[in-house]
């Protein structure tokens, strides 16, 4: 079973940057696509960024892209989202997940996901 906790969400003013971060256990890390969805208020969690297992392709939903990063470190077991230029519209929880095998792509099936983090925006 893969547990994931993810870290670094809070609340920041419009144009400022978070680094959100997610720890992975239970299974070795490159086995595992990892991902970043998010869930606003009344609205339907949504693909945000993903990353191959070996993070040689990132894929990025299309009103982040230029914005966020993904990336991992396979010795730490570690996958991250560097958001710039934040806006209030990216206000939302967060949330990690992981699969083994897949691509890194919105369409793959997230087995695993994590408790998520808040990420405030003020405008």
């Known amino acids: 079973q893969v547990q994931l906790v993810e870290s670094g969400g809070g609340l920041v003013q419009a144009g400022g940057s978070l680094r959100l971060s997610c720890v992975a256990s239970?299974?070795?890390?490159?086995?595992?696509?990892m991902s970043w969805f998010r869930q606003a208020p009344g609205k339907e969690r949504e693909f945000v960024a993903g990353t191959t297992r070996i993070g040689d392709s990132s894929t990025y939903l299309g009103s982040v892209l230029g914005r966020f990063t993904i990336s991992r470190d396979n010795a730490k077991n570690t996958v991250y989202l560097q958001m710039n230029r934040l806006k209030p519209e990216d206000t939302a929880v967060y949330y990690c997940a992981a699969v083994a095998g897949g691509h890194g792509l919105a369409s793959d099936s997230w087995d695993y996901w994590g408790q998520g983090t808040q990420v405030t925006v003020s405008s």
């Open positions: 239970g299974r070795t890390f490159t086995d595992l696509a």
